[in-house]
């Protein structure tokens, strides 16, 4: 049944479906109305959860992870510098292989202080270990959170839901929420097989030296590689019971045999979806919405890449001194394929910058007049908003 | 160049063959094992030193083969608590020497639940257990584990916001007053004049600048229901305390003063001996607050001069030494003791069972009672 | 293979596969050491292996204990001078342990239960065995003989076995429905008591020799030694242990105005005590001995129950420490009086001490009788041979044993260096070991070996200042000639004295090493545990750090290096 209701109370109550057992977290703008919404739902008496409202983010993700790692299911959300407070237990809860979800409502990290939505506070922990599901919109990010669960405990590793703060979370859209006895079908209760337990009281968290550490790491690498398995079964069977995909490890939209692409993460993907519909353009042109940037899902991506001739990446995020952090990944994948494709790689709306209904077109002309595809470029920037020696 | 063919792989990894397996072979060895009283019922044969461990007339939360230096306080300090809290609980380990010595994976010393997340967040941890536990209806007690790094310093803030949450957590930190575990560094529980790697006494110093936080009256502060300091040098106490803590709904804090040799300068043999003089020169007060107000103390009925703690320690050793400062810090550390022996009021009135001299007294039959 | 848990996570108490062992280089061990109780006394008694027994509420097996060694504690629980307590450690923390109260009450409550001694005559050799003199070293010989399964014939010049216990100790200290209870039970293990029967007389030691397979000879001391100052001796000139005995036997006393007794032992003080209360007026005890206290070497104090010091200076008796008789004053050929001087022990040129008396300290007091009670010699009928002319047997070894004479063996005072009714009972202890030892022709035992423990390894921050009970005392005004003038204690007041020992050089059972032990490697049973000791070290997991040997309240935990 659909509803109208702000993103981050639909995806307050798609946690809600999930039954978590223990939610903590610490207020941060864009993030507040997730958890003040999951806040209402247990005050209501719609959601027995015990409640743990910390004293920063750090300890939300700590406290997630000792519930988790408890055998209950545990949750978090953060943004923006609160991420960043979070990194050293984000690796922590990877490298333990605790189950967790969280939701990342994503917002620049300062300085300049800035509570606009960009995604450097994600990519900056793109390595700790955890899968990383980007949503397009807030219908996304509600199905993603909840298969997000699935895929977590059943690989063992945390999930991060990226959601695009503002743009997503403080925004009103129709919303088809499953029901409660769609979800628990989908999602059996937590179980995590080294849950602390007196009655089998396993030691958690010890010191590997260097004669296995190697493998620890490699185990982990593969765990997350081989989780595109599950996120593309939890969204088969969430589509199977719900009637409605979450988006895959990634999704086109378009001609398939177009041989110009554009590759984004999260809602730009659906800002430049509806450009394309409002400005058609001659050349065939496919939309790549990558939603699993973590596991990198380098065998379906190159299946949509073969024959594109031209491909803008298109990011949210910047790796300063080097350009495109999602380009970079695109690119050194692309030497893979048969036809290496003219790749452009664009920044777009960095701390809230607004992303045009004309992007679409914009982008076309750009790929299409420039004679060397950009190795990187602000694509927004207005430069002569800085002073000569600082552009 | 190869990558990872991510469409042949199993939908996830299945690891409860492995566990079950562990699960059961650890049943078994646990058997009818924890706390026992009773010998081995097996008539006519010797027991072996083994066998007798596993039946042992106290609970082991922590086990031998650990890799504690020789006369490690801490250790001991653990050792103790374990033994009164044990086997329902569930205990989070801040990183520190503590952590390191009894983790070496594939082995662990701990014989109860155990996990050691980060420096920073052995609170927290256990407040997330905590909640689990009673999302999931189950009594285990939560303990937090930490050293004084990991309370006073880098993980005070996940401290105090547990203790305000008012979870269900006994938090212990052991005291041994520096940074162990990187080389002794001092830490905010270092004491004054003392000598670490980053307060060195020299031309210039007398060791450390400032003073010992007063971590207690901080926490006390918090208006939980149960704070107290506790020494390895006075077991009974110690267990009491921890019994104490572990009866009461809510936040509870142990301070557990624990000399480690490596760090203080001292010999391994006299470890309960310098926390004995701690306690009976005044310059570690064992003090009980309930709501913030104290509510009991170990009185001293006998203060000794606080030279008799210091000379058995190097870390204080430039404190003898001919320099006149050397002097005005002895005397510095004796105004201190002075000073928190008024304080608390620990000077007692006339000999008490229970105070510093008679808490420890031995009898036929042990401690234990 | 060793195979990596996902996340790195260990199974519990798994550490124990890492043996922190080998880090060790000194371990602890124990070592039990002798209690200075122990140590001390003469009668070989392990105090503080009794009172742990106490401690633990076995007062039965405690007394066992002391009857492998004593079979009589209720006689010396009570007249013994103790010196376990001048010995023991507590006395440099607060005051010793009332040890004799303790040995007093287990003597006591073994006749009131009925406990039979432990003593199992079927096994040994059988032998035959004569013992001479049915006083304490013999009563004691005879015993442990019996214990050792031989056949003991007692021989004895009185009609009643207890030699001096009987005849010269006044009553009010030692009720004799006590000592003939204990010697009826002594003698009923099968021993035989031959009374009336005086050696030289009604028996010659040719016929035991030829009849016994060993002889021991506890004859005592019953000829005066020779008393003169400066070769004068007063014209009613009596012993000390003569007027004892005649008073015990019969209770009378002469009673002048004044008294001076010269000497320093419990005859001298029983006499005081015993003329005081028949009348005399002025007691006064001249001795070359000191009083306890600060002032007076251990070696130096005058050899009695120290509480029967107190006693008798509570009776009005007076006491000259350090001084000795120089002169005695005479009016026409009555004794009128003593010229005393003061003296110490102290080391002379030999090297050896002596009595040094001090020129210018002279003083004289008056009195109507002067009393010598400065001890006595064998009587020599029916010894002469072996004595050969001396004084005393003086054997050269602790067993008695008499060199060119196989077979025979002395002790008891006849020995000439003992004093007490324990050193006795010692004496018959060893007798019969090396009497054993001879008759199944092997080596004399060894004595325990065990060095005695010292005040400075006890650690004392794990002991309480605690009182000493004290027995109920009469007042001076109840006293009389017979009436029991030390009364008895409480189970309970013993329980709480017991409880005081320190547990000198043995396991105390207190868990401290159990308690302190970083590394759990201290077992507690007492499967394992030898030496009465509760613990075993895990060597696998001991490290060697020494905080138990450093905790143990009774230096029982000695670290070794590896």
């Known amino acids: 049944m659909l509803s109208a209701l702000e993103g981050s109370q639909a995806l307050a109550q798609a946690v809600g479906l999930c039954r978590p057992g223990v939610v903590a977290a610490y207020p941060i703008t864009p993030q507040t109305h997730i958890v003040e919404n999951i806040s209402k739902l247990v005050a209501d008496g719609r959601l027995r959860c015990e409640l743990v409202s910390v004293e920063s983010e750090f300890s939300a993700a700590s406290v997630a992870l000792g519930a988790a790692a408890s055998g209950v299911r545990a949750y978090t959300a953060s943004s923006s510098q609160g991420i960043l407070l979070m990194a050293e237990v984000l690796y922590n809860i990877s490298g333990m292989r605790i189950p967790m979800v969280m939701t990342c409502a994503n917002r620049a990290v300062g300085a300049p202080l800035n509570i606009w939505n960009d995604q450097q506070d994600s990519m900056a922990v793109r390595d700790s270990g955890w899968i990383q599901l980007y949503c397009a919109d807030n219908q996304e990010a509600v199905d993603t959170t909840i298969q997000a669960f699935r895929i977590a405990e059943r690989t063992e590793v945390p999930v991060m839901v990226c959601v695009d703060g503002f743009v997503l979370t403080h925004t009103l859209e129709p919303i088809d929420l499953p029901t409660q006895e769609q979800v628990d079908r989908f999602l059996p209760p937590y179980h995590f097989s080294r849950a602390l337990d007196s009655r089998n009281p396993l030691s958690l968290g010890t010191c590997v030296d260097p004669s296995f550490f190697t493998e620890a790491r490699h185990s982990q690498h593969q765990a997350v590689l081989r989780a595109t398995t599950e996120i593309m079964a939890a969204d088969r069977d969430y589509a199977g019971i719900i009637g409605r995909s979450g988006g895959g490890l990634l999704s086109v939209v378009g001609p398939a045999e177009a041989d110009v692409a554009i590759l984004a993460l999260g809602s730009v993907c659906s800002t430049v979806q509806e450009s394309m519909q409002l400005f058609p353009q001659d050349r065939p042109v496919k939309l790549i919405k990558l939603r699993a940037y973590r596991p990198f899902p380098m065998a379906a991506l190159r299946e949509v890449l073969q024959g594109v001739r031209d491909l803008v990446v298109l990011e949210r995020a910047i790796a300063p001194g080097s350009g495109g952090i999602v380009g970079m990944e695109v690119r050194s994948l692309a030497t893979t394929l048969t036809q290496l494709p003219r790749i452009h790689n664009y920044a777009v709306g960095l701390g809230g910058r607004d992303v045009p209904i004309e992007i679409y077109p914009r982008l076309v002309e750009a790929i299409t007049r420039a004679d060397e595809p950009a190795w990187f470029e602000i694509f927004d920037l207005e430069p002569e908003k800085l002073p000569v020696e600082d552009r | ?369 | 293979m060793l195979v990596l848990t996902r996340g790195g996570y260990a199974l519990p108490g798994t550490s124990t596969d890492f043996k922190t062992g080998t880090w060790r280089t000194s371990r602890p061990q124990h070592q039990h050491w002798a209690a200075p109780c122990h140590s001390a006394c003469p009668a070989g008694e392990d105090a503080q292996a009794y009172i742990a027994q106490v401690q633990e509420n076995h007062p039965r097996e405690a007394w066992e204990t002391i009857v492998t060694v004593n079979p009589l504690p209720s006689v010396t629980g009570r007249i013994c001078p103790h010196p376990c307590e001048q010995a023991c450690n507590r006395g440099s923390f607060d005051t010793p342990l009332a040890i004799h109260s303790i040995e007093r009450f287990l003597g006591d409550e073994a006749r009131r239960q009925g406990w039979t001694y432990p003593v199992d005559p079927g096994r040994g050799a059988g032998a035959a065995v004569a013992v001479v003199g049915a006083g304490p070293a013999g009563l004691s010989a005879a015993y442990h003989l019996r214990r050792r399964g031989y056949q003991v014939t007692l021989f004895d010049a009185l009609p009643e076995a207890g030699g001096l216990l009987r005849s010269a100790i006044p009553i009010n200290r030692l009720p004799r429905d006590v000592l003939d209870a204990d010697i009826t039970r002594i003698l009923g293990l099968g021993i035989e008591f031959r009374g009336r029967t005086r050696l030289g007389v009604d028996v010659h030691i040719d016929e035991l020799r030829s009849d016994y397979r060993a002889l021991f000879l506890a004859p005592g001391t019953a000829k005066a030694k020779a008393w003169s100052v400066d070769g004068a001796v007063p014209t009613d000139h009596r012993t000390a242990l003569e007027l004892l005995q005649e008073w015990v036997a019969a209770g009378s006393l002469p009673t002048p105005q004044s008294v001076i007794l010269h000497g320093g032992g419990n005859t001298a003080l029983d006499l005081c005590r015993a003329m005081k209360r028949a009348g005399v007026k002025e007691v006064h005890l001249v001795t070359a001995s000191g009083l306890p206290g600060p002032g007076t070497e251990p070696d130096d104090i005058i050899n009695v129950v120290p509480r029967e010091l107190n006693q008798a200076v509570e009776e009005g008796i007076t006491i000259h420490p350090h001084r000795t008789i120089q002169r005695l004053l005479f009016r026409g050929s009555k004794v009128v009086g003593v010229e005393m001087v003061a003296l110490r022990k102290l080391p002379t040129k030999s090297g050896r001490t002596g009595r040094i008396a001090f020129e210018g300290t002279e003083t004289l007091l008056h009195a109507d009788m002067v009393i010598p009670a400065i001890g006595e010699n064998v009587e020599p009928t029916g010894f002469s041979t072996l004595l050969g002319g001396k004084e005393y047997f003086r054997p050269n070894n602790p067993f008695g044993r008499l060199d060119h004479t196989p077979g025979v063996f002395v002790g008891g005072d006849a020995r000439g260096d003992r004093g007490t009714v324990s050193a006795a009972i010692g004496d018959g202890r060893l007798a019969a070991i090396a009497i054993d030892a001879y008759i199944r022709q092997g080596d004399d035992p060894e004595e325990n070996g065990r060095d005695t423990i010292d005040f400075a390894h006890i650690n004392l921050n794990y002991f309480e200042p605690a009182p000493r009970v004290e027995e109920p005392i009469l007042p001076v005004a109840e006293r009389t000639d017979t009436a029991e003038i030390d009364g008895p204690l409480s189970g309970a007041a013993i329980t709480r004295e017991a409880a005081r020992c320190f547990s000198c050089g043995n396991c105390l059972a207190c868990d401290n090493c159990w308690t302190f032990c970083p590394d759990n490697a201290v077992i507690k049973t007492t499967a394992l545990a030898k030496d009465g000791s509760h613990y075993v070290f895990d060597y696998e997991y001991c490290k060697g750090c020494g905080v138990c040997a450093s905790e143990c309240p009774c230096g029982y935990i000695v670290m070794n290096p590896e």
């Open chain 2, 1 to 369: 160049m190869t990558t990872t063919d991510d469409t042949a792989v199993e939908t996830s990894v299945d690891t409860t063959t492995d566990i079950a397996a562990r699960k059961a072979a650890l049943r078994n060895r646990l058997k009818d094992k924890r706390g026992s009283n009773e010998a081995p019922a097996r008539a006519g044969t010797a027991f072996s030193i083994a066998e007798l461990r596993e039946h042992q007339p106290a609970f082991r939360g922590l086990e031998a083969g650990h890799r504690a230096c020789q006369g490690c306080g801490e250790a001991l300090g653990a050792r103790l608590v374990a033994e009164s809290a044990g086997p329902d609980v569930i205990l989070t380990n801040a990183t520190g020497c503590l952590e390191i010595f009894t983790s070496p994976w594939p082995q662990s010393a701990w014989r109860v639940p155990w996990i050691h997340s980060l420096f920073e967040n052995s609170a927290a941890i256990a407040a997330g257990v905590e909640a689990a536990m009673k999302h999931l209806g189950k009594s285990t007690k939560v303990i937090a584990q930490g050293g004084d790094g990991g309370t006073f310093d880098i993980g005070f803030q996940a401290l105090s916001g547990m203790l305000e949450r008012m979870h269900n957590v006994l938090y212990v930190c052991y005291d041994n007053e520096a940074y162990m575990n990187t080389g002794v560094q001092r830490s905010g529980s270092t004491p004054h004049a003392a000598a670490t790697t980053t307060s060195p006494a020299g031309l210039e110093r007398m060791g450390k600048r400032h003073l010992k936080k007063d971590l207690l009256s901080i926490i006390a502060a918090h208006h939980i229901p149960y704070a107290a300091s506790a020494s390895v040098a006075y077991p009974v106490d110690l267990r009491r305390k921890v019994r104490r803590a572990m009866e009461v709904e809510g936040p509870t804090f142990l301070q557990v003063h624990c000399p480690c040799p490596l760090g203080w300068g001292h010999e391994s043999s006299v470890t309960v001996e310098v926390a004995r003089l701690a306690v009976q020169t005044g310059l570690f007060p064992l003090v009980e607050f309930e709501r913030g107000e104290v509510a009991g103390v170990m009185p001293l009925r006998n203060p000794k001069p606080v030279t008799d703690y210091l000379k058995l320690q190097n870390r204080f050793r430039h404190l003898f030494s001919n320099d006149p400062r050397a002097r005005e810090e002895r005397e510095h550390l004796q105004a201190l003791a002075d000073h928190t022996i008024e304080k608390f009021n620990l000077r007692g009135e006339e000999a008490d069972p229970l105070d510093s001299e008679g808490a420890d007294t031995v009898r036929r039959g042990g401690l234990v009672a």
